[in-house]
Structures are given as structure tokens and as C-alpha cells.
């Protein structure tokens, strides 16, 4: 039977030299959200989900790897494999081709097929022997000559988050669809499905049996992340999910996912606590976007709706608009301000393949020659009417610089946010509310002893005084133990010694992972 290799593109990441650049990084929240935050910005790498999904629906034997070194890469060609698949993205694309160019040596007898969201980009056709540019399982089924399937087995990777070097709670990742439907005009994901929606798992009840299935070990609840464009648009099937959700007090399910304020605004608080959400991802864009998801939303009402009964809020805004100046790129940041989100992500208005974005600049020749390690959402790609691409480049480092004086590390947010949610459910008749309010807590003692350190770190006097706030209502709600107030001691080494992690850029590299299927025993 054939075998197949699978593998991410290759470490050092976040380096400057041909291929690469500092803001190329396994990173999920670092590299974009936390990124001025120092020590205390929330750490995770970023797995090749889609690969151990592909290899967990193949009858071949399969080996996936994440972030594999050359010298990894290259042993494990030489076990002699059949396929190799590559995934990357745009700004990876120069990773990708290196790898192809070391198979082509040290392997040439093994078939390259290239996939993910780089494959938009023309010159892959060169490069491989076979290009997929869909959804994957059925493309490697096809071609190893075995029939399509609708109905697939989905993996659950568990990764940690990291804060000061310090592994938090696990969190299971479960992929349940693909694509979107809406098709925003940047939007790379929809329009590589040709804004069609492919659901990995079909109905609300198959969802919840894979929440159930998560092994939490000893947690006392399963936290999850989706994978998913926007999890909630679909109610019917949410709801089928949710009342599932809803039965699991003695072990809760609690989830985050990708949503856009459109299909958030079909539920109530109540049934956003019984789903078990947590957390979620919405795209504000631009208060003059006229996207349909944006259409009708009281984005600040909703937005604080959520995080009265702990909801944990990350928002996403671009810049680089056409109709983007000084003064109104100023006024969508302080729209973005007014929300007061835990989480906050700026990019550059970026024209990817396939975008209606990118064949409006092809067609008015503003595109610009830009290597594809610079497609990396820090950019700018095209001729602006009104900055220059340094300027524009400049004043997002510089909007994402005063997002952090304004509100601080996001750690200290999300801990305000749990804060209102213990307040808001902590006397619920109902049992799964105040199994919550208990999370709640949790989570708020186990932040606490980074307070006195943030409030000595803080980046303004605001921030400062936010902080010490937050640490007197934090003391005056709940017993901080004293082995809770020991910890505050060990938080200033722990800070440094993640400090010179971060300026020592060898020790921030991610850990290889090999994950192999249906190899005998």
C-alpha cells in the first residue's frame, strides 16, 4: 500500500534571511494580538490540523509532521514514501518551495502535491507533481484510487495556551467545516470553496458527541476550539447541539470559535451559556464596510452583552481601505476602542488570488511586485490613494502600540471579563450557570497572581490604575489564598526568563511534532 508523508513548512520560523521574515511564525496569537504584549501576551502555536484530518481519513499509512527541521524532513523521506503533501500559505510559499526542492534531491521517485491556502498562487503548477485547491480528504482518496466519502473521522488535537512559560489548561481543537458562504471581498477562505460552505460534521447532535468524546483528564470541564468560518450561522443545527451541550453539568462543555456578528445576533444570552460558548472571534472590519455580516448589528451592544456573562470577545479591524485617511482610519480605531474587546487584531487590507479585492486592483494595475514572504497582513500589497505602503505599515504598528497603553496585556482583560461572568451567573437556579460561575473563578485565581507584576509593568498610567482596580474587586469578591499570593513571588522570574526566550529567537522555536496512522505495530 502507498504511504504518504504530510508536513507543515519547515522550522526556523519568525528569522529574517530568504525565505523567511520575523513576522512568518507558528504564532496563533503572538505574531498578530498579543504582539506588543511582552511576556505577559498569551503564547500557542498554530497546528497543521488539516493534515492529521486528511491522515485520519486515509486507509494509507500516513505520518504527518509539524514543523519539522530539514534534517527531520529529509530522514524521513529517506523511509521511502509514495506522496508527499505540503501545506502552506501565501507568505510561506518560498518555505514551501524549498521543501519541494529537497524532496526533488533527496527523494525524487516521491510524488509532491501541494495544498492549503498558497495554492491560489499560479506558480505552484511548476513546483508539484499535483496541486489540491479543495477540500483535501476526497482529493487524496481520488487519488489513491479509493471512493469519496461524506462522512469523515475527525482528530482531536490538544494543544496548550502558554502564559510567562507556563502551559495552561489544554484545549481540543475540532475542525467542522470549511468555506463560507458570505464571500467579504478579502476573504481568501471563502472564496478558495467559491464561497460554498463544506460541513465536516453534519448535524448539531454528531458535533456534540465529538465535544464529549474530548479526553479532559482530570480537568473538570472540556475546553475546545472550533475550527470553523463561522460556527453559528446555521441555529437549527446550534440548537440540536446546544441542548446536548446543555446536559453536560459534572464535566461542562465550553468552546470558542469564529463567528460574525450577523449570526451571533440569532441568539439569547441564555442559549449562548447552555451551547457552551466561551469565547469568540468577530470581524469588525470598518465602521464604512458594507459587508452583509456587519448589516443591521448594534456591534457595541452585542459585543457588551457577551462579556457580561463572560464571554470572551477577540475583534478583528482592517486598515487600507480605499476611503482610509488619517482621520478615518483614527476614527474606526476609536470605534474599535469604544468596544473595549480582550482581544484585539489590526491587519493591512491585503488582496489574496481569487478575491474580488485582488482582481479589482489586477484590473486597475495598482498590485505591487512584493516578495510572498511579505504577504503576511503587515504589508501593503497595492498602490493606496492615500499612504504610501511605509506609512501605512508604520501606522499599524503604531495602532496596535496605543491598542496595548489603552488597555493593557489581554490576560488582564479576559480576567475582567470571567470577573462579570462569576458576578452574572454565581446565583443562577440553574446547575450548568453556576458550573460556569465555578470556571469563572477558577480561571480568575489562576491570573491573579500575574496582577502585582502587570500593574509594575504596566504600559500607562491608565493601565496601572485599571489593574489596581481590577486586583481590589478581584480580593473583595473572592478568598485569594495564601498559596495564591506565594505564587505572585515566582511571577518576576518567570517574566524574565520568558523575556530573554523571546529575545533569543532559537528558544521560541516550535517543538516538532510527528503524528503517525495505520503503520502496523
Given at each position: ?35 506588543l504584549q511582552g511576556p505577559l501576551g498569551i503564547r500557542a502555536s ?128 475540532i475542525p467542522t467545516g470549511l468555506g463560507c458562504s458570505l464571500g ?294 473572592f478568598h485569594v489564598s495564601i498559596l495564591d499570593k506565594l505564587k ?34
Open positions: 500500500m502507498k504511504k504518504i508523508l504530510l508536513t507543515t513548512i519547515h522550522r526556523p520560523l519568525g528569522v529574517e534571511n530568504e525565505t523567511c521574515t520575523k513576522n512568518i511564525t507558528a504564532e496563533a496569537y503572538h505574531a498578530q494580538i498579543t504582539l498554530r497546528l497543521g490540523i488539516g493534515l492529521d484530518f486528511i491522515a485520519a481519513n486515509l486507509k494509507n499509512p500516513t505520518t504527518v509532521l509539524h514543523y519539522p527541521t530539514k534534517r527531520t524532513l529529509i530522514k524521513e523521506l529517506k523511509k521511502g514514501y509514495d506522496y508527499i503533501g505540503i501545506s502552506f500559505i501565501i507568505c510561506t510559499f518560498p518555505k514551501a518551495k524549498e521543501l519541494c526542492e529537497l524532496v526533488r534531491i533527496h527523494s525524487p521517485k516521491t510524488q509532491i502535491v501541494l495544498g492549503g491556502y498558497g495554492t491560489v498562487l499560479k506558480e505552484c503548477d511548476q513546483l508539484a507533481d499535483h496541486v489540491c485547491r479543495e477540500e483535501g480528504v476526497n482529493y487524496f482518496r481520488r487519488l489513491l484510487g479509493q471512493e469519496e466519502v461524506n462522512t469523515f473521522n475527525i482528530p482531536v488535537i490538544t494543544r496548550g495556551n502558554e502564559i510567562m512559560s507556563v502551559t495552561t489548561r489544554p484545549e481540543s481543537i467579504c471581498d478579502f476573504c481568501c477562505t471563502s472564496h478558495f470553496f467559491k464561497r460554498q460552505y463544506i460541513p465536516l460534521i453534519h448535524t448539531g447532535r454528531d458535533i456534540h458527541k465529538v465535544m464529549h468524546s474530548v479526553n479532559s483528564g482530570k480537568t473538570k470541564l472540556r475546553n475546545i476550539g472550533i475550527i470553523d468560518e463561522d460556527f453559528l450561522a446555521d441555529r437549527k443545527k446550534i440548537m440540536e447541539m446546544a441542548q446536548l451541550n446543555a446536559q453536560e453539568i459534572e464535566k461542562p462543555i465550553l468552546f470558542s470559535c469564529f463567528a460574525t456578528l450577523k449570526s451571533l445576533s440569532q441568539y439569547t444570552l441564555e442559549e449562548f451559556i447552555l451551547m457552551g460558548l466561551s469565547g469568540v472571534w468577530v470581524g469588525i472590519e470598518s465602521k464604512r464596510a458594507d459587508y452583509y455580516k456587519l448589516k443591521d448589528i448594534d456591534a457595541a451592544q452585542l459585543i457588551s452583552s457577551l462579556k457580561s456573562i463572560g464571554i470572551i470577545v477577540l475583534v478583528s479591524m482592517i486598515i487600507g481601505y480605499d476611503w482610509h485617511d488619517e482621520e478615518t482610519i483614527e476614527e474606526d480605531f476609536r470605534y474599535l476602542l469604544s468596544l473595549k474587546p480582550a482581544l484585539s487584531q489590526i491587519m493591512i487590507y491585503s488582496p489574496c488570488p481569487q478575491t474580488p479585492l485582488h482582481s479589482k486592483l489586477l484590473r486597475e494595475n495598482r498590485l505591487l511586485n512584493i516578495p510572498f514572504k511579505y504577504h503576511d497582513g503587515f504589508h501593503v500589497l497595492f498602490r493606496h490613494p492615500n499612504f504610501k505602503p511605509r506609512e501605512l505599515e508604520t501606522l499599524l504598528l503604531e495602532l496596535i502600540r496605543r491598542e496595548h497603553e489603552e488597555f493593557g496585556p489581554s490576560i488582564f482583560r479576559i480576567l475582567e471579563v470571567q470577573l462579570k461572568g462569576y458576578e452574572s451567573l454565581k446565583d443562577s437556579a440553574h446547575p450548568l450557570f453556576r458550573a460556569r460561575a465555578k470556571e469563572h473563578q477558577r480561571l480568575c485565581l489562576e491570573i491573579f497572581p500575574l496582577l502585582k507584576l502587570g500593574i509594575k509593568k504596566a504600559p500607562s498610567q491608565k493601565v496601572k490604575e485599571y489593574l489596581k482596580n481590577l486586583r481590589d474587586r478581584m480580593e473583595s469578591l505572585e513571588f515566582s511571577v518576576p522570574t518567570l517574566y524574565y526568563y520568558t523575556d530573554l526566550k523571546d529575545r533569543t529567537n532559537w528558544l521560541r522555536q516550535p517543538k516538532t511534532e510527528i503524528n503517525r496512522y495505520n503503520f502496523s505495530r
